[in-house]
Structure formats: C-alpha cells, structure tokens
C-alpha cells in the first residue's frame, strides 16, 4: 500500500498588483503518493508553477493547507522551509541555475555536504551519465549536460520527491530524452517522487498519472495504464 | 530620447545603494579637497595680505644697547627702506586669576604715533596713549586665554619696581602670529604675551633714553638680504648684536609657513586617494550594470541608437552619484574649512579669519571628481557601446571559470565547495579584485598613520617631558649673575635642588655654513636637565669639547672629532674652533651642549650663570610662584607642569580633529568597498545564490558566502595596507625631518590593531546592511528566467 507524501487541500494563491488580483490558485486538492511519476500539463499562466513552488517550500499559498508527511508547510517559518528543502526536495528548472563558479562534482558535492545522507557526487553524476565530465565547468559543457548536472545535484541528497519545472524547455528532443532517462532512473533506483512540469504531452507518457491545470485549478487527472520509458518518448 | 532619460532615473533608483556609497565616497573627496585647498588658500592668503597690509619686517636684529645714531646710519645701509628702532624687554609678568608667574615681552611704541613696521592690529579698546602713563595693549591670545581685557590690570616688575600697568587694548601683530617664548617649544598663551607699552615706560627699564636695542628693518624692492645682513651685524658690532637674521629664521613666520607647507602635501594626497576610491567604486557598480543590461543595450541599439547615444547613456549614470557627491561634498567642504580655520585661528591670528567660500576650488574638485567618475566608467560604458546587438540579445555563456593555480596545485581539495566559490569569484576579476584591495589597503594605512602620530607625540613628550626636563622651574636670569645666586634661589620657599645652567648665544661655523643658536651649558653630571635620544637613551654630555643634535651636525656636515668655528656673541666675543665630541639624535631643536666648566674656559668668562633649573616641593609651590613673581631679575620663569599641559593640549586640538578626519574617511572608503563589493556579488550573482537558497543553504551560509569575497578582499588588504601604513609612516618620519624637530618612526602593534577594528567594524556595519538585501532574496524571481 502506497503511503501519501503530499496532501494538499483548498490551495489558493493571490497575487495582487495594485488594484489588480491575480489568481493564480483558485482551490487545489491533491494528493501525491511515494514513489510516483506525476505530469503537470496545462496552458502557460495556469498556475503550475506556482504549484510546484508551494510543494518544494519556496513560496506560501494565500490559503489552503499541504502536507508533506506529517508536516505542516503551511505558517512553518523560513528556517523549518530551508530544512524541509535541504532534507527532501530536490528541484530542477528549465534554467540549469549551476554555479558557474564551480565544476560538475563541485556543484553536486556542494549539497552532499549540506543532506544529511547523501550519495558520492561521483555516484550521483554516473546515474545521470556523466562520470566522464566531473571536473567539467558549467561554461565547458552543452545545455543538456549542464541540466544533467543540476539533475545529480538535485538527487545526489537521496530526496523524497524531485520537483521538475520544465526540464526539458530548454534542449533539442534528443537532449530531453537523455534527461528524462535520468530522472525516470532516479525514480526507478531510488523511489524518489517525481513530479514533471511540462508543456509537451508526449512527455505525460512517462508519468504513472497526468495532471490538467486550467485557471488555476485541477481540471482533470488521467491515469496511464502503463508508464513509457523515455527512450521510447519522440517529439 | 525621452524614454531613455526615465531609464537613466530608472536605473539610479534601482542601484540607489551602491551609487549612494559612490555619492558617500564622492562627497567626502570633494569635501577633503575642498577644505583642504581652500585652507591652504586661506592660510597663504591671510599670511600674505597680513604682512602687506601690517608691514611685517624683512630684518630682525637685537643688540645690547645702540645709540639712536646707529639706528640712522642702518637706515641708510643700501637696500633698506626702512630701519625702525625700538625696545624690546621681557619680565615676569603677574596675572590676576593666575597662580604662576608669566612672562611677558614688552614691545615700544614710539613717542609719536603708529610704529611703522610690524603695525598692531587692534581688535578691542586702543592702543595706549603715548607718554608717561601705565597704559598696555595685550596680545590677543594672552588675553582670551586669561580672560583679559580693556579695564583689567596687570602686575609687573619693570624698573625694579612693582607696576601696575592698565589693560586699555588687545592687538594682534604679524609678528607675533605665533607667540612663543624663547627657550619654550609650544604656545602656552596663558604664561607669555606680547605686552605693547609707550617707549617711555621701557626707557627707564631698560635704560635707553634715547637708543634701541631692537631693530625692525624692511628692504627695499629687489634688495639683498645676506647683504643687509652683513652690513647690520657689521654696523651693529660693536653695540652687542646677536646677529642680524631674516624671516626665515623668525620664529612665528617658520611656524606657519611650514604649516602651509604641510596643508600643500595634504591637499593633494588624501583627496587623490578618495576620489581614486571614487573611480574604482563607479567602474565596479556600472560593468556590473553593463553586464545585466546586455539585453536592454541590444534592443536600444537594435532601435536605432548611435554608439553616442548609449554611451552617453551610461556617462550620465556615473556622473549622477558625483552630483549627488558634489551637491553634499561642496557645502560639506566649506563647512570643514571654516571649521578648520576656525582651530588655526585659534593659533595664528589673523586679522580677518573668515573663509570666504572658494567657487574656483569647488568647481575643481568637482571637475575632479567627474574626470574620476568618467575615467571609472570608461572601460564599462566601452563595452556596453562595442557590444553588438545580436550578441547582446543572446544569454551570455556561463561565466568562463577554468581551473586556475591553486585547482593544479591540488589545492582545492583542501577547500570546501563554498571557499571555493569564493576564492573563484575573487580570482576571476583580478583587476575588481585588486582595486578592492587597494581601497581597503589604503584606509588601512590611514588609520596606521593617524594613530602613529599620537604614538610619535607621546614619544616626543615622553623624552622632552619625563627624561630631559626633570626640572619643575626654571628661571632665567636678566643679566648674567654669580654663581652664588645659586645658594639664594635654593633658599626659596619650596625649592628643593637648584642646578645652575648657562646659555650662551652662538654662531656655529664650519666652512660656509653657518648657524645662530644658543649653547647651553650645563653642569657636569646634571640631573634635572639630561641630553636624551629618540631611543630614551640619555647622553652624557663631554667633559670637554660640544655635544650636538645629530640634524644640527648634519647640517654643519661635521661628524665627532671634526672641529667647528664658534663665534660667541657676549663677553669679549671671542671667536673659538672647538672639537665636535658627540651626537645625540635628539627629537626636538637643533641644540649644542657643552660642559659648564668647559665652556666657562671656552668664552674665558667663569663663575656667571645665565639661569637655573629648580626641584620644586609641590605642597610648597604657591609660595614660590608668589616669590618668583616679585623678581625683577628674572626676565623668563618656566613651569614644567604647564609647558606639559600646553603640548598636550596643543596636540590634542590639532590632533583630535585630522585624526577624528582621517578616520571618518577611511571609514567612508572602507564601508564603500566593501559594502559595494557585496551588493554587486549579490546582484551579479543573485542567481547562484538563489540556487543556493532553493538547494536547501540558509540565509546565514549564503550571507557567508557572499561576505566570504569581502572578508578575503579586506583581510588581502589589511596586510597590504599594515605594509603601506608604514611606509607612510616612514616618509611622515622624513618629512618631518627638520631643524625644528623630528618624527620619531615609532610604528605600534596598536597603531595596526586600531586601523584593524576601524575596518572591521566598517566591514560589520556593510555586512549588517548587506543581510537585509540577502535575507529578502527573491527566490523564485530570480530563477524564473534566463540570464
Ligand atoms: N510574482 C508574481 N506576481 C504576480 N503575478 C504572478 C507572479 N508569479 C506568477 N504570477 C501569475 O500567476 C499566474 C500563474 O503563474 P505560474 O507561473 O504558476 O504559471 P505557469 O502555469 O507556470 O505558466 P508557464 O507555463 O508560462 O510557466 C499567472 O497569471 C502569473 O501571471
Ligand atoms: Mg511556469
């Protein structure tokens, strides 16, 4: 039996802009369970985004209550959110957001040292197919490399869930591929939930449920009968 | 156009930190500049209308006594204008409210009317009427700080008889802008003053009814000083001369120019290095601006904007924070320079001692200020102008980082991932880096230099006042006197020891060079006067042969053993060689000393003593100033105890405030670097430090790492400036090399800790600033888009 790791109920979020309120939850309920693949699909603006950013703790809804485990997210404070990232999450966005400053293994082995059980960085870039590369700067390598290294420094924490803001936005579809095989083999190997912005609905094919987001609300989930192994993905 | 001057607005608001600091870092240099200029201005200006307006003499001369003939006959000496005769006296003065007795130096005015040289500027009541009456004029500074005026009355004894001499006026003299007595080697306005009484109460003291024994001597245009100054000590030979001398060796005129002088170094230094500090600041927050704004500056140029106009753009956005500077810097400016002249005024009187404010001078700084600005913003606004527009609109490639010498030494696995960072980020802007470093290396060495003069002062104070001088009195006599005289002054209430000393009015020759000074004798085994060194090593002084300071040696170029011409200006005024026995690198004076014994048989007269240094019983002293005050014989009295607190409040007035300023600015500099070294590495890099954030790094770890660049900028240079700070230190040592005094290069662990805690704390209150800046972090802003 599967165990929830997200419980979300009534998420709103406000933006007000002046005068303007911009709605950009309007009432979410959702439920993840661990070990998961879930795809987020919907129109730009609909307020996936947003969405993620509550999960991972970056940013507060204006009402509603989420869950992670039996933690309250909701009015825990800066400090408990930092924690909560640094021991769970892991996020990849579709800007590679690497330390230029530093190589491949440096960028990952900048959070090992932080989680508190950690897998080696060498460990963590091989799963993404770059044990070649490590003492690569981010300005030496292609796009796709670069993500691949954001992706083994998100997961090299051992994370509960990966949080994936269009990880694939920025490459070619063959780059993506190699991508996506990275993060499907974190999920395989490592039971790490894993939940996929994305504006490519071939790409909801390697998702065990997929998420419809309209005007800030959950339109529909389909679940897939079974999961599509990237490699199989083409777009 | 329109658009682009909202952006230009735009973009101050939006970097109203760092161009603040640049405004902070602008104003004090303009301010600095402008008060420093203006004051050396102001002084050479007063210094220069003063003499014209009040006839200050070209040619000082005093003589034992002179027939009015002789005073005829300088004046027709070619090259004299005029040669004015007058009286010249010192006695002990008493003053009401003053327990000590002080020292006045009573100045003739003729019978008839103004004296025509050295002309008194009268600032309250008048100067006294001429005839027989005991009517005085006081000195402006004795006045304030006795608290004296018209009405008052002073007690003196002039014709061996107790007067009472009536305050009726206080003048100031261009003679005496700087009142000091003879022996004395600070101000101590309070215990001498300059006394102008009618001739006719000198005559019977000094007992010249007719003759001078002064004489103020003004040259013709283009005349020949060492000419005159040879035909008067010619002339005046035979009537005792002391040697004629030029303004070059006047006491007061050699105080304040040298002060001029001083003003002119400062004048270019400090400023030159806050307006550098300006540049460096403005370079840094504009290619930082340049660099984010890659994409705006393809678009404008993409729209059709010239090179000119973008470039333009940017000039005006470096010029804003020198502006701002200047609209601060330039009231600021004015304000300090009053209140600088304001302390001088309190030293040199001048008759007007108000700063007029200095347009020409503002508009330099300001001019300055901007060429710096531009200067700073010419690399940056460079490239924002040759970038292409194509280019621009790409996201730049990741910064470039290779592995540089420390990652080949291996030395990186010795560093955690965010020392790292830093250390990358550091080394990447070599030249950032640098000018970081200097910035903070040189108010480093501010603050050394500041707080090595207190320690270089002391140290002087310490050798004058606790090793030379052990004496709590001394008296000089009028006439020279028996040694006997001795035994009555230790019969004196309260005196404990008495030690005769003689001094004795020489010119020191050796092949051409030649000095006027005053050989001081003193009796072998002295204890309450000892020759002391800069090192508190005291020296002995020769049985036979002189003892002299090492610069006063230097100057005559002779070395122990050499042998020196000593002319001797009393007595039969015999002209001597004598032997050079040692050197002593005294701190202040250029001072010969010899043996009593010796010098008695040098100048063939024995047995007279010119003054003596009394031990004072301090439950008894009252009694004796009572006494003291009362001796007719006396012309000089001295008190150790207020010659102390004079130095020391002297120093501490001039002192307090270049200090207070110094460290103002090095503040300033130090809080501009660093404070804007952190903002631009957050702006730059709010990015990574948001990945930071979200990869689970708390506030306080990114808050460190950020400050982790600063703190190796600023610990880099504090080291550098520890080694600057005493270079400086070294050439104040030698500047202030002089006949005067010297600097002694007495550079204290201190001097370094107090510069290291001005820093850093500068460093705490950026980094107090900067957290707010790191801890609201937009997190999710920041990582939305591209680069
Ligand atoms: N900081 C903000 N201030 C104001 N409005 C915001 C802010 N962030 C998001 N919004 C608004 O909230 C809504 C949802 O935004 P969100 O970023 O979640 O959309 P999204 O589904 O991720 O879109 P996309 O596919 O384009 O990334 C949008 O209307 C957006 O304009
Ligand atoms: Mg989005």
């Known amino acids: 039996m599967a165990t929830t790791l997200f419980h979300a ?80 999450v892991g996020f990849v966005f579709q800007f590679y957001n690497l330390l230029p400053s530093l190589t491949a293994r440096e960028n990952v082995a900048l959070v090992t040292e932080i989680a508190p059980r950690p897998m080696p960085p060498d460990d963590a870039l091989r799963l993404v197919g770059l044990g070649e590369r490590l003492a690569h700067f981010p300005s030496q390598m292609s796009g796709g490399e670069q993500q691949r290294v954001a992706i083994a420094r998100a997961i090299a924490k051992r994370p509960d869930v990966l949080l994936c803001d269009e990880p694939t936005g920025a490459l070619d579809s063959e780059t993506g591929v190699v991508v996506l095989q990275a993060l499907a083999r974190a999920n395989r190997e490592l039971g790490t939930t894993l939940v996929v912005i994305t504006h490519n609905a071939t790409i909801a094919q390697m998702g065990d449920r997929v998420l419809h987001m309209r005007n800030g609300r959950i339109a529909s989930i389909e679940t897939n009968a079974v999961r599509r192994d990237p490699a199989q993905l083409e777009w | ?355 007029r404010p200095d347009w020409g001078v503002a508009a330099a700084a300001c001019l300055i200020a901007a060429t710096a600005a531009v200067v700073g913003a010419a690399l940056s606004v460079r490239a924002a102008v040759s970038l292409p527009p194509a280019e621009g609109m790409r996201p730049p490639a990741p910064a470039r980082f290779e592995a540089g010498l420390l990652d080949r030494l291996g030395a990186q696995r010795l560093l955690a991932p965010s020392t790292r960072i830093v250390v990358r980020n550091t080394a990447r802007r070599p030249l950032r880096a640098a000018a970081a470093v200097a910035g903070i290396a040189l108010a480093f060495a501010m603050l050394v230099v500041a707080r090595y003069a207190f320690t270089a002062v002391d140290r002087i104070k310490d050798v004058q006042f606790q090793y030379a001088q052990r004496e709590d009195v001394s008296v000089t006599f009028r006439e020279a006197s028996p040694r006997r005289v001795v035994d009555a002054l230790a019969r004196l209430p309260g005196v404990l020891a008495v030690e005769p000393l003689r001094v004795v009015p020489v010119a020191l020759r050796h092949g051409v060079i030649e000095r006027r000074t005053a050989l001081l004798a003193l009796p072998a085994g002295s204890e309450l006067h000892r020759v002391v060194d800069q090192d508190l090593h005291v020296h002995r002084v020769p049985s036979s042969g002189l003892l002299l300071t090492s610069k006063l040696a230097e100057v005559l170029r002779v070395a122990p053993g050499d042998s020196l011409t000593v002319a001797v200006r009393e007595g039969d005024r015999r002209t001597v060689r004598v032997a050079v026995a040692d050197t002593v690198g005294e701190l202040l004076g250029a001072n010969v000393y010899g043996d009593l014994a010796f010098v008695e048989a040098m100048t063939g007269e024995s047995g007279a003593i010119s003054g003596a240094l009394l031990s004072v019983d301090p439950r008894r002293e009252g009694a004796l100033y009572v006494t003291l005050k009362r001796q007719p014989a006396l012309v000089g009295v001295g008190i150790r105890s207020a010659a102390l607190a004079g130095f020391e409040k002297t120093i501490a007035d001039s002192f307090q405030v270049s200090l207070g300023i110094a460290v103002i600015f090095a503040v300033v500099i130090a809080f501009g670097v660093v404070y804007n070294g952190a903002r631009v590495a957050l702006s730059e890099r709010a990015r990574e430090l948001a990945s930071l954030r979200v990869l689970g790094f708390t506030k306080r770890e990114v808050t460190t790492m950020v400050f982790g660049e600063q703190t190796l900028l600023t610990v880099v240079g504090m080291l550098a400036g520890a080694g600057i700070g005493y270079a400086l230190c070294a050439w104040v040592a030698a500047v202030g090399n002089t006949e005067l005094f010297r600097i002694p290069l007495v550079v204290t662990a201190g001097a370094y800790l107090y510069a290291a805690a001005v820093i850093a704390g500068a460093f705490g209150v950026s980094a107090l600033a900067m957290r707010g800046r790191i801890r609201a972090l937009d997190i999710v802003a920041c990582l939305k888009t591209g680069e």
Request: glycine share 12%; hydrophobic share 45%.
């Open chain 1, 9 to 88: 109920r009534g998420l709103t979020k406000t933006y007000h802009m002046g005068d303007v309120e911009v709605h950009a939850l309007q009432g979410v309920d959702l439920d993840l369970v661990e070990g998961e693949v879930v795809i987020i699909l919907g129109p730009s603006g609909s307020g996936k985004s947003t969405l993620l950013n509550i999960l991972g703790g970056l940013d507060a809804p204006s009402g509603g209550e989420v869950n992670f485990r039996d933690h309250q997210l909701v009015g825990a404070g800066d400090a408990a959110l930092t924690r909560y990232r640094r021991e769970h």
């Open chain 2, 1 to 355: 156009m329109r658009m682009l001057t909202r952006k230009l607005v735009r973009d101050v608001v939006g970097q109203a930190g760092p161009l603040a600091a640049v405004a902070m870092v602008a104003a004090s240099g303009i301010a600095l500049y402008i008060s420093l200029r203006s004051m050396r201005g102001f002084l050479a200006r007063s210094q220069a209308d003063y003499y014209r307006d009040y006839r200050f003499a070209d040619v000082f001369v005093q003589v034992k006594r002179a027939p009015a003939a002789a005073a005829r006959e300088a004046a027709a000496i070619p090259g004299v204008r005029v040669a004015e005769p007058r009286l010249l006296w010192e006695a002990v003065l008493d003053v009401p409210g003053l327990a000590e007795p002080a020292v006045g130096r009573f100045v003739s005015i003729p019978p008839a009317g103004e004296p025509r040289l050295n002309v008194p500027h009268v600032r309250v009541g008048r100067m006294p009427a001429p005839g027989t009456g005991r009517e005085v004029a006081i000195s402006e500074a004795f006045a304030e700080a006795n608290g004296l005026g018209p009405g008052d009355s002073l007690g003196a004894v002039l014709n061996g008889r107790w007067e009472r001499l009536h305050v009726v006026g206080v003048a100031i003299s261009p003679e005496y802008i700087y009142e000091m007595q003879g022996t004395e080697l600070f101000p101590d306005n309070r215990r001498f003053g300059i006394v102008w009484t009618p001739r006719a109460l000198l005559a019977s003291a000094t007992g010249l009814e007719t003759g001078f024994n002064a004489l103020a001597v003004e040259l013709a245009p283009g005349a020949s000083e060492p000419d005159v100054i040879a035909a008067l000590d010619r002339l005046l030979g035979r009537y005792g001369t002391l040697g004629a001398y030029g303004r070059s060796e006047h006491a007061s005129h050699r105080f304040i120019s040298d002060e001029i002088e001083q003003n002119k170094v400062g004048a270019v230094i400090l400023p030159g290095i806050l307006l550098g500090v300006t540049a460096f600041l403005l370079n840094v927050v504009l290619s930082r601006l340049v660099a984010t704004q890659r994409a705006q500056i393809a678009v404008l140029k993409a729209f059709g904007f010239t090179n000119a106009e973008v470039g333009r753009h940017y000039l005006a956005l470096a010029l804003a924070p020198v502006a701002a500077g200047g609209a601060v810097g330039v009231p600021l400016g004015f304000q300090l320079a009053s209140a600088t002249a304001a302390i001088y005024a309190r030293y040199y009187r001048f008759p007007v001692s108000e700063v």
